[in-house]
């Protein structure tokens, strides 16, 4: 059902993006030519809000998650029309983080931990997001991938929205996630592997849960990792922007646009399969 409405809801929400002028503006770092609206994000947040008031299973958590993934949804379809202060932006993720970890059973240090990772990925999604069809790919490897040693109800809503979705921006964009889209994709991946992994991980040792985090993240936590040593290094601040990003190293190296989503596609289920194996061997 979700596939369907992502298909067929998102032209609707293009034609709401260009009519109050949310759009993405050609220039500077940016590797499309053309004016392309945001409207993917509102097309996420939608489907998946429909799933969790009438087709999720019930309990608290849906609740919690529901009112979270809106929080940074919002955050970032704000940020898309005029821009948010990143200190701003970051305090409301750690709220929704810390709003679907709270009701978990676990030590302060584990929770906040976790709080710190999934406000991390929030955020590492949305700096992976540089070119068509990249963020949603790796969600989607995320989504599969995941749901093969998890329960399958929590992810296959996720992979029918965003398959649909993908067909409007890749291989050609007609329309873009905006960071409302990026960060409920990194938000929502990264809260829904707590839920599916928590009881595995109670008890860990600090250094093998930072490990096996550090894989789950896959591609975007790398990507992130090195962009804030870079920016930190050679302009002092981890919020410069700049063209030093994973994508953009493959793409300057002469590859294509859809090669270069597929080889961080490749590495990053690589990467996520390995971390499931941890989790699955030591929890």
Not at 39 to 55: A, C, I
Not at 175 to 198: E, K, N, P, Y
């Amino acid at each position: 059902m979700l596939f369907l409405w992502s298909l067929v809801i998102t032209p609707v929400s293009i034609s709401i993006s260009k009519r109050f002028r949310i759009l993405d503006l050609p220039g500077g770092r940016k590797t499309h030519n053309s004016v392309i609206p945001y409207g993917g994000g509102l097309v996420l947040w939608t489907g998946y809000m429909l799933w969790t008031l009438f087709f999720s299973p019930q309990g608290a958590m849906i609740g919690y998650y529901g009112t979270a993934v809106t929080m940074v949804f919002l955050t970032g379809y704000l940020d898309d029309i005029t821009p948010v202060r990143p200190i701003l932006r970051f305090g409301l993720h750690f709220i929704a983080a810390a709003l679907v970890i709270s009701p978990l059973s676990m030590g302060l240090p584990e929770k906040m931990i976790l709080i710190i990772w999934i406000t991390g990925m929030t955020n590492a999604y949305n700096l992976i997001d540089g070119i068509n069809g990249l963020c949603l790919m790796l969600f989607l490897a995320s989504v599969f991938i995941t749901a093969l040693w998890t329960p399958k109800i929590y992810w296959w809503p996720l992979m029918g929205l965003s398959l649909g979705l993908l067909r409007w921006n890749f291989p050609k964009a007609f329309t873009f996630l905006g960071d409302g889209g990026s960060t409920f994709l990194g938000f929502i991946f990264s809260s829904h592997v707590v839920l599916s992994f928590a009881e595995r991980i109670w008890g860990l040792d600090f250094f093998s849960l930072l490990v096996i985090l550090s894989l789950l993240g896959g591609i975007p936590a790398v990507d992130t990792l090195f962009a804030i040593t870079r920016r930190s290094l050679h302009h002092g601040s981890p919020f410069l922007a700049d063209r030093g990003h994973l994508h953009h190293r493959l793409l300057d190296r002469g590859l294509t646009g859809t090669s270069t989503v597929m080889t961080l596609t490749i590495a990053h289920s690589l990467l996520l399969t390995s971390g499931i194996y941890l989790v699955l061997c030591r929890g």
